[in-house]
């Protein structure tokens, strides 16, 4: 018996969780399919539900310095 390589058609890309947001100060993103682990933000928060007092892990910038990535 015969068998035909037949190729699965690829799984569809996850959507994004949320948009990710860029430090103005140094460049870093913070994407909210992977949180912040070192500041304790778990997978999956919104850049919106972050908590005031969060700041950049890079560079110490206050959350009110980052602008939504294009």
Known sequence: M????????????PEPIGKSYV???CGYVYDPDLGDED???M????????PEE???PEC???????????
């Open 60 to 70: 110490g910038e206050d959350k009110e310095q980052f602008i939504e990535e294009a």
């Open 39 to 41: 500041g304790e933000v």
């Open 54 to 56: 969060w700041v950049c």
């Open 43 to 50: 997978p999956g928060t919104l850049f919106e539900k972050l």
């Open 2 to 13: 015969l068998f035909r390589s037949m190729k699965r058609p690829a799984p569809p890309k």
């Open 23 to 25: 430090c103005s100060g």
